[in-house]
């Protein structure tokens, strides 16, 4: 695919492209999303909202961590929403999970909702990312946890597609960002993986996992 039609569809999949753009990130992301998830260490009972799932493929693997999980995904792509709650017509039956179109940085949420929200290489698109940020933790509860994972700059500076739209981050300038926020940082560390790329090439990834607290 021509670098500048997969940046816009990896930004806002949409259209004809959507589904198998979805189905390439899920497995060019799927250890890392797991790896994400384990971090988020979830107990019974608790919230999760997920912002970006494209077509929510992980939403499975969350709730089934631990008992009486209940699962939000919000995503800015119709054409997303409506892939996620047809692959995960199950669970959205049974009332564990919930996909809604929307964007982070207005949440349609009260304060203090979730117990954790989890994103997955969406930093990049986002305008003003404190906005964003800010609007997270208002619907986190006290003390609930939030995981960004996005791509460290010297690695993604490289890939075709990054001129296109794409707005770089390192760990500094992110924890930066998350604590004027509010953010309370916990951890931060590089997951390293050799994988395949959105491009289809082999690349040696490195992404940026940052769990902070509400
Ligand atoms: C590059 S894909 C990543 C998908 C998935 N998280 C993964 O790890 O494979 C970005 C997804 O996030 C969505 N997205 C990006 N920023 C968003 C925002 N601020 N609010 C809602 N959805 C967003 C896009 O529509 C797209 O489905």
Redesign the pocket.
């Known amino acids: 695919m021509d670098p500048q039609i997969l940046a816009s569809q990896?930004?806002?999949?949409s259209g004809e492209h959507a589904s198998e753009v979805?189905l390439n990130?899920?497995s060019?992301?799927g250890q890392?999303?797991v790896k994400c998830i384990d971090l988020l260490n979830l107990q019974n009972s608790e919230s999760l909202l997920?912002?970006?799932?494209?077509n929510g493929v992980f939403a499975a693997d969350i709730i089934k961590r631990a008992d009486n999980l209940s699962y939000t995904g919000?995503?800015?792509?119709a054409d997303?929403v409506a892939e996620a709650k047809r692959m995960n017509e199950d669970i959205v039956t049974s009332g564990q999970a919930t996909f809604q179109q929307?964007?982070?940085?207005q949440l349609n949420f009260d304060n203090n909702v979730f117990d954790k929200v989890l994103?997955?290489?969406?930093l990049y698109?986002?305008d003003n990312p404190l906005e964003?940020l800010v609007e997270i933790r208002r619907v986190l509860k006290p003390q609930g946890l939030f995981c960004l994972?996005f791509g460290e700059s010297s690695f993604m500076k490289d890939l075709p597609f990054v001129p296109y739209g794409f707005e770089l981050y390192d760990r500094e300038l992110a924890c930066n960002l998350l604590q004027d926020a509010g953010f309370r940082l916990l951890n931060a560390e590089y997951y390293a993986e050799q994988g395949v790329s959105?491009t289809g090439e082999v690349v040696d990834k490195i992404i940026n996992i940052i769990i902070c607290k509400a």
């Open positions: 990896l930004r806002h999949p979805a990130m899920n060019a992301n890392l999303n997920e912002i970006g799932p494209g919000v995503d800015w792509s997303m929307g964007n982070s940085s994103t997955v290489h969406t698109f986002w964003h994972a959105n």
